[in-house]
């Protein structure tokens, strides 16, 4: 298991604007006191380690507990379900994601953005390891 220092770690990709703002506003007004983010393009350890556990960074964020990880759709709808937002657009989504067979229906449609955006800002959408060439 990944050892975090935070009681939640929520890895996403800082390359992303829309995975960046969600994890922001997520941290800043989601009502989460223990949540921690991580940009994990840039933490290539991290990264490593998550797939070696079968959760790839490419195909969303994750996360992270001392007795679990959360992946992709299931990493949005748990913590959708544990925030108190005090924010409409995290009001919003919360409504959307929380539910985990809706978060499995809108997230590819989330991945697509994220693959749009990427694509724009010249980003690899399965960024590479430690040391090899993008």
């Not at 922001?24 to 994990?40: F, Y």
Request: contains cysteine; hydrophobic residues 45%.
């Amino acid at each position: 298991m990944i050892n975090s220092s935070s009681t939640l770690l929520l890895v996403y990709d800082e390359g992303c604007p829309f995975c960046q703002a969600f994890a922001a506003r997520a941290e800043l007004v989601g009502g989460i006191p223990s949540l921690t983010i991580c940009d994990g393009r840039a933490d290539h350890k991290l990264r490593a380690q998550l797939l070696a556990q079968g959760f790839d960074f490419g195909r969303g964020a994750a996360l992270i507990t001392p007795e679990k990880i959360w992946h992709g759709s299931d990493a949005v709808a748990e913590i959708s379900k544990l925030m108190k937002p005090s924010d409409p657009l995290l009001f919003l989504l919360k409504a959307v994601f929380m539910e985990p067979a809706r978060a499995r229906r809108f997230y590819p449609i989330l991945l697509l953005a994220r693959r749009i955006a990427l694509g724009f800002r010249g980003l690899p959408v399965f960024p590479p390891t430690h040391g090899e060439a993008v």
